[in-house]
């Protein structure tokens, strides 16, 4: 089992920026991708980003490029989001999820059916 427990968010004015985080415990050494994924009310859950298990490949929503860069600190056992240059369509639950399958830049890391375990998320409310 993996548990992980996210932090960082909160409300912020359009243009801001935050930086969410993600602690992972337990069978962290089966883990490989690790993401974020976010949903507003009333919509799906949808991806944001995604990291391989060495940090070196990333993968962003459009929505999201140039402004969110996703991080990892295998030795702490902590993935990051900075979110810079925040708009309202950002306002969500950001929910943080790990991979026993798959790992970065594999088609299955950016669908919520590659991920095995997931946060309670964090709420992310941006002012217009």
């Known amino acids: 089992q993996v548990q992980l427990v996210e932090s960082g968010g909160g409300l912020v004015q359009a243009g801001g920026s935050l930086r969410l985080s993600c602690a992972a415990s337990g069978r962290t050494s089966s883990t490989h991708a690790m993401a974020w994924f976010r949903q507003a009310p009333g919509k799906e859950r949808e991806f944001v980003a995604s990291?391989?298990?060495?940090?070196?490949?990333?993968d962003y929503a459009d929505s999201v490029m140039g402004r969110f860069t996703f991080s990892r600190d295998n030795a702490e056992n902590k993935v990051y989001l900075q979110m810079n240059s925040l708009q309202h369509e950002d306002t969500a639950v950001y929910y943080c999820?790990?991979?026993?399958?798959?790992?970065?830049?594999?088609?299955?890391?950016?669908?919520?059916?590659?991920?095995?375990?997931w946060g309670q998320g964090t709420q992310v409310t941006v002012s217009s």
């Open positions: 999820a790990a991979s026993t399958r798959y790992d970065g830049g594999n088609y299955y890391a950016t669908r919520t059916d590659g991920y095995d375990y």
């Open positions: 990291i391989s298990r060495s940090g070196s490949n990333t």
